[in-house]
């Protein structure tokens, strides 16, 4: 199983980016995905998440209105459209798989079975 990100960059406070997460070697329909968001000197956490099917999207309070994860099956791709980003989105991006239709109550603290390499977000004030 592979898992790629790519999308990132550095933008100025405010401004949008669009990562993308492709992953190949699995039946990509079969699995929930999560961005993480990894501050610097800062654990890692969950961003936003999405069932198999795209029908169903979680966020945590912060990025709630200002990011959207989204999922193409048919690429075997999954995106998240940032947006009004701020400095404080500054990190590494990584996106995780796991064996699920949806995203559970617990989605930001549950085991992922799948991660990518990440990808780097520079947001400057």
């Known amino acids: 199983v592979q898992v790629v990100e790519s999308g990132g960059g550095l933008v100025e406070t405010g401004g949008s980016l669009r990562l993308s997460c492709v992953i190949s070697?699995?039946?990509?329909?079969?699995?929930?995905l999560t961005w993480f968001h990894q501050a610097p000197g800062k654990e890692r956490e969950a961003s936003s998440c999405?069932?198999?099917?795209?029908?169903?999207?979680e966020y945590i309070e912060s990025v709630e209105g200002r990011f959207i994860i989204s999922r193409d099956n048919a690429k075997k791709t999954a995106y998240l459209q940032m947006n009004s980003l701020k400095p404080e989105d500054t990190g590494m991006y990584y996106c995780?798989?796991?064996?699920?239709?949806?995203?559970?109550?617990?989605?930001?603290?549950?085991?992922?079975?799948?991660w990518g390499q990440g990808t780097r977000v520079t947001v400057s004030s």
């Open positions: 999405i069932s198999w099917s795209g029908s169903v999207a």
């Open positions: 995780a798989a796991v064996r699920d239709d949806y995203c559970t109550t617990s989605w930001t603290k549950r085991e992922y079975t799948y």
């Open positions: 070697g699995l039946r990509f329909d079969d699995y929930v």
